[in-house]
């Protein structure tokens, strides 16, 4: 996966796997998540959004499921599985 840093004041880095359909997004806390099935061109519309953050809200959260792999600094890597799904 290469990551990518964008301007936002959201988001910190974008990476895909184009294979796997994984996103990985680190938030400005620096929080990392992977979400799993995600389109390539949902990741190519949101790489293209003027806002990064706007678009994660309307077409990412709460569409995938997701694991939270980082909470940011001096907090302990997770692998928990969100519930959330595709609606």
């Not at 959004?49 to 792999?69: Q, T």
């Amino acid at each position: 996966m290469n990551v990518t840093a964008v301007e936002s004041s959201t988001l910190a880095t974008i990476a895909y796997d184009r294979t796997r359909e994984l996103l990985q997004l680190e938030f400005s806390s620096h929080a990392i998540y992977q979400y799993w099935g995600v389109p390539t061109s949902v990741h190519e519309a949101r790489l293209h959004a003027p806002s990064k953050g706007h678009y994660f809200n309307r077409a990412i959260r709460g569409r995938f499921l997701y694991s939270r792999i980082c909470d940011g600094p001096g907090a302990e890597a997770e692998q928990d599985l969100a519930v959330e799904r595709r609606g």
